[in-house]
């Protein structure tokens, strides 16, 4: 049975089948992916209990020897790029309702956020230069290549301090949060590889600055829409590809409120632990966000694949999975009500 694990990976196919649904479709339909994202996956959140099993070794090993569980996120990529493709075209040649177009934007931006930038992730924390390569293409469909950068030499090695705008602050509300990382991240990302180039001896303002040429690569994105699919298209675009990389911003929000690290006497901050993220086991959001929703042990050992996350006994946990907490973090007061207590005594 083990060997058909990476099967039940397939279920996340269930977000672009609906998109494209809607697309074709068109009226109600369209709002079918927000539907399943915020209302049946919530729903059943929380009626099921979460499952906080862990593999025994032999299956650890058995999984990572398992192809299928990276060829299934393979096979992902191309399937983004169709519906992105499929979207450009409805958007440069739909004449219906403003709320349908409406609904078709807000399913393109859910599919760059939880589909594309989920993928990229993953693929982005490989050593493979061919899974990094995916994974920047699929950043690139949200404008937020640089993400990559930060999140991996950035994030990863401040999270829980004051130097990482990825961290959200006890009683920082989600949309100060939105400001403060979103423009936090791109300058953190600038530094970073000025950092890397003047170690090299090589000027930050040459082609070797990876960030200057993420940003020609989505200039010329732009440039490529609004060419072929024409002016409309590119508005529409940016617009869910601003909704995907706020998705994705929530997603920080939601994995570090108010979880911090403490300042050692040697200056430097204790080691990131699975106590500085908070954790769902929720199994439905797990298997959709290919388990990201096990956020401690992501932290505490960046390089480990999705399929092998394990939970952690000392990790907060979420009340919800990542979509119930994604909607409770739009109300502030909500949040903070809820959140707040349960945010350990010693942060």
């Known amino acids: ?41 919530p729903a059943f959140e929380l009626l099921f209990r979460p499952d906080h099993r862990n593999l025994e070794d032999e299956q650890e090993q058995a999984f990572l ?160 829409i609004w060419r072929v699919f024409g002016s409309t298209a590119l508005l529409y675009f940016v617009l869910a590809a601003v909704i995907g990389f706020l998705l994705l911003e929530t997603v920080n929000y939601i994995e570090h409120y108010g979880l911090t690290r403490k300042m050692l006497e040697s200056g430097n901050y204790e080691r990131v632990l699975p106590a500085h993220s908070w954790n769902s086991d929720h199994i439905l959001g797990r298997i959709l966000l290919f388990e990201l929703s096990r956020h401690s042990d992501h932290h505490f050992k960046a390089s480990r694949k999705y399929q092998i996350l394990r939970h952690h006994e000392r990790s907060p946990q979420m009340p919800t999975g990542y979509p119930g907490m994604m909607i409770l973090a739009l109300f502030p007061p909500l949040w903070f009500s809820v959140m707040n207590p349960l945010i350990p005594k010693n942060n």
Request: aromatic residues 16%; contains cysteine.
């Open 65 to 224: 020897k398992n192809p299928w569980f990276d060829y299934v996120l393979y096979l992902f990529v191309p399937l983004h790029f169709v519906v992105l493709i499929w979207f450009l075209f409805e958007m440069s040649v739909f004449n219906g309702y403003a709320w349908e177009r409406l609904g078709m934007v807000l399913s393109m931006g859910l599919m760059c956020g939880v589909f594309g930038i989920n993928l990229a992730h993953e693929l982005g924390h490989r050593s493979e230069i061919g899974e990094k390569i995916l994974a920047k293409s699929l950043l690139l469909t949200s404008l937020y290549m640089h993400f990559n950068i930060e999140h991996n030499r950035g994030h990863h090695r401040n999270v829980g301090t004051p130097e990482d705008p990825s961290s959200a602050r006890k009683g920082e509300a989600l949309y100060m949060f939105w400001f403060r990382s979103v423009f936090g991240t791109w300058f953190s990302s600038w530094k970073i590889e000025a950092g890397r180039l003047k170690k090299l001896g090589r000027s930050a303002f040459s082609w070797s600055n990876e960030m200057l040429r993420m940003q020609i690569i989505q200039i010329l994105l732009l440039l490529a």
């Open 1 to 41: 049975m083990d060997r058909l694990r990476p099967l039940k990976y397939f279920s996340v196919i269930s977000l672009p089948l609906l998109t494209g649904l809607g697309f074709a479709l068109k009226g109600i339909w369209v709002f079918l992916p927000l539907a399943e994202a915020f209302v049946l996956v």
